[in-house]
């Protein structure tokens, strides 16, 4: 099921105590294997492309790929654009039919970012989809501050990426005091960035703080590249175990969301 509206979706696991998992995928086995998984336990599902991925494939080529699998789906599937890094790359993933996508403010200054929210989102509003916003960084070093995460909320932003402790690719522990407090001020759906590390208790704690969206990707990854030393008779017949080990993944993600049977 292609879906479009992304602010729905975002909305209705915030009211029903999910979070949508957000998987990044590079190629059609990637995306097969997630949606397998997600039709598999009756769950919503968010396929993404990260920024290298556009600038090595167009938008419109991913697009025409997820939107020809998800018609073909029983759950519902979003598009979104992972990490853009400047208001060209997020209008034109809009353009090529993205659900949604997230502008990647770190590194500027908290007046900086919600002044081009505030005067972007109206846009965004318009061509139909919902923006994710990140004004920090996320080395797990860097928190996000609650009043700050207000701010760019109340800016316009549908989503909002928060530094809480969770590491591209790395086990980690969240700071969930920290997250209780901006889930407080938020008034809205939040997002994780790191989710392949983050231990199960704190996901499953985060979610019920209002995290309404947990980003996926290095998971897939390792479970896709474990395969590659292994001989193969041909090239399909890896292909088809990529698949399947990166479907297995993907259910323990979908689980630890609390995502399944949501569709």
């Known amino acids: 099921m292609w879906v479009r509206n992304a602010r729905e979706l975002f909305q209705d696991a915030l009211r029903r105590g999910y979070a949508l998992p957000a998987f ?22 968010i396929l993404q492309t990260y920024r290298e991925e556009v600038r090595r494939v167009s938008p419109e080529v991913f697009r025409a790929l997820v939107q020809a699998l998800a018609e073909r789906t029983r759950v ?5 654009l992972d990490h853009g890094e400047d208001w060209g790359s997020v209008f034109q993933a809009f353009r090529a039919g993205y659900g949604s996508a997230m502008w990647d403010a770190s590194g500027l200054p908290l007046e900086r970012v919600v002044q081009e929210v505030r005067g972007h989102a109206p846009l965004v509003q318009a061509m139909g989809g919902a923006l994710e916003v990140a004004a920090e960084g996320f080395s797990g070093e860097e928190r996000s501050d609650p009043e700050a995460v207000q701010a760019v909320r109340e800016a316009g932003a549908d989503v909002v990426a928060v530094a809480v402790g969770s590491r591209h690719g790395q086990a980690s ?28 208790e704190d996901l499953k704690a985060a979610v019920a703080m209002g995290v309404a969206k947990v980003n996926v990707g290095t998971a897939l990854y390792r ?10 008779p ?21 689980q630890r969301v609390q995502a399944e049977g949501k569709a």
């Open 24 to 45: 990044n995928i590079a190629s059609l086995e990637m995306a097969q294997a997630c949606l397998q998984a997600a039709e598999s336990l009756g769950a919503p599902i």
């Open 76 to 80: 519902p599937v979003l598009l979104h």
């Open 173 to 200: 522990r969240l700071d969930l005091d920290l997250l209780a407090r901006i889930a407080e001020r938020a008034g809205g759906p939040l997002a994780l960035h790191g989710g392949s590390g983050i231990h199960p």
């Open 223 to 232: 479970a896709f590249l474990s395969l590659l030393a292994q001989p193969w």
């Open 234 to 254: 041909h090239h399909r017949a890896f292909y088809r175990a990529a698949e399947v080990q990166m479907a297995e993944v993907a259910k323990v993600y979908i």
